[in-house]
């Protein structure tokens, strides 16, 4: 059976960091492109950055660039979003997903319908 487990979230203020993780078991990571996405209270699942198969493409979303590093370990099967100079409106359920790496998913990697298997989700809540 496919698991995907999100940790890492937490309470942080406005400035600091958090590092998120997701590791699976059931499905070797290596074989799947992986994304991030979140969802606020009250708003709609958003993409955040995504990570190809070997890790040589990355794609962020716009309000997270140059503050989020997305990677990935494909030997310890778990992904990551490092999280810097983090904002209050970054406060959301973080949660990590697999997609297959095809051509779908390189013309449109920030797509949610393109992602199969999902975490449950890690709260990360900014303070300021």
């Known amino acids: 059976q496919v698991q995907l487990v999100e940790s890492g979230g937490g309470l942080v203020q406005a400035g600091g960091s958090l590092r998120l993780s997701c590791a699976a078991s059931g499905r070797t990571l290596g074989n799947y492109a992986m994304g991030w996405f979140r969802q606020a209270p009250g708003k709609e699942r958003e993409f955040v950055s995504a990570i190809s198969r070997s890790g040589a493409r990355t794609v962020y979303a716009d309000s997270v660039k140059g503050r989020f590093t997305i990677s990935r370990n494909n030997a310890e099967n778990t992904a990551y979003l490092q999280m810097n100079s983090l904002k209050a409106e970054d406060t959301a359920v973080y949660y990590c997903?697999?997609?297959?790496?095809?051509?779908?998913?390189?013309?449109?990697?920030?797509?949610?319908?393109?992602?199969?298997?999902w975490g449950q989700g890690t709260q990360v809540t900014v303070s300021s």
């Open positions: 997903a697999t997609a297959r790496y095809d051509s779908r998913w390189s013309a449109q990697p920030y797509q949610v319908s393109l992602y199969d298997y």
